[in-house]
């Protein structure tokens, strides 16, 4: 049974999908819980932290906050993100791409550097990076920009694994296909060719995400340390 007992998570993007069900299944297994929230329109539940990560520092400002509602973070959970077109021939093309890097990438870097900082203090500390099917295979010609932004989250996931492990720092990364949260395609026509895609026959639930982050966090497997584990039903197997 997996548990992580007396362990402190942050886990960015808290408030609904994966990171909500991360958060249900963390705290199942015993972990204190420090939610990250973009605002606080986005939920009910006191005891959020917010903060808008598309904004320069963010990153840094969010695990500064983590410390002053814990002496010690255990664990990293990188779940925030947003999912923007930067259409080839069109007026989104600059603020997709600025966006979706700040938020995908420069904002869970800049976590990782502070997390990594404070681990090197402490004796070890583990980070799990969400990313995407995308980050391997691509993603519509529309969305460049984020799948750059997920092949750029399993770069550094794998450069820090590589460097760190020996500390007792371990970065785990996860790369969903589509799962059932309000970026999953909504419309019919696109549900069908998207379900089509994924042999399995099914979208993922948040909780399959969530399951294996908690598995990982767990220490059950610590050689997996720097893997990326797919979960797209067989949709892209590599």
């Known amino acids: 049974m997996t548990t992580l007992s007396n362990?402190?998570?942050?886990?960015?993007?808290?408030?609904?999908?994966?990171?909500?069900?991360?958060?249900?299944?963390?705290?199942?297994?015993?972990?204190?819980?420090?939610?990250?929230?973009s605002r606080p329109s986005e939920i009910i539940d006191d005891g959020f932290l917010f903060e808008d990560l598309s904004q320069s520092g963010a990153?840094?400002?969010?695990?500064?906050?983590?410390?002053?509602?814990?002496?010690?973070?255990?664990?990293v959970v990188n779940n925030a993100g947003i999912y923007l077109p930067s259409t080839l021939s069109g007026n989104d093309w600059d603020d997709g791409w600025a966006k979706t890097m700040a938020v995908n990438v420069q904002a869970p870097a800049d976590i990782c550097r502070a997390a990594i900082a404070h681990y090197?203090?402490?004796?070890?500390?583990r980070i799990v990076n969400i990313a995407s099917r995308a980050g391997h295979r691509g993603d519509g010609i529309d969305h460049a920009a984020y799948a750059a932004s997920?092949?750029?989250?399993?770069?550094?996931?794998?450069?820090?694994?590589?460097?760190?492990?020996?500390?007792?720092?371990?970065?785990?990364?996860i790369a969903p296909g589509w799962v059932e949260t309000r970026m999953a395609p909504q419309d019919i026509e696109n549900?069908?060719?998207a379900v089509a895609d994924i042999p399995l026959g099914r979208v993922?639930?948040?909780?399959?995400?969530?399951n294996l982050t908690a598995f990982l966090l767990s220490d059950a497997c610590p050689s997996a340390v720097g893997a990326t584990f797919d979960v797209n039903g067989a949709s892209y197997v590599r």
């Open 204 to 210: 993922a639930q948040p909780e399959e995400i969530a």
């Open 59 to 75: 990153g840094e400002r969010l695990f500064n906050a983590a410390l002053g509602k814990a002496e010690r973070i255990d664990a």
């Open 191 to 193: 549900r069908k060719k």
């Open 150 to 173: 997920k092949g750029a989250v399993l770069a550094m996931t794998k450069t820090w694994a590589r460097a760190l492990s020996g500390e007792n720092i371990h970065l785990y990364g």
């Open 7 to 37: 362990k402190t998570i942050l886990v960015t993007g808290a408030s609904r999908g994966i990171g909500a069900a991360i958060k249900v299944v963390c705290e199942a297994a015993g972990a204190q819980i420090i939610a990250h929230a």
């Open 120 to 125: 090197r203090e402490k004796g070890g500390g």
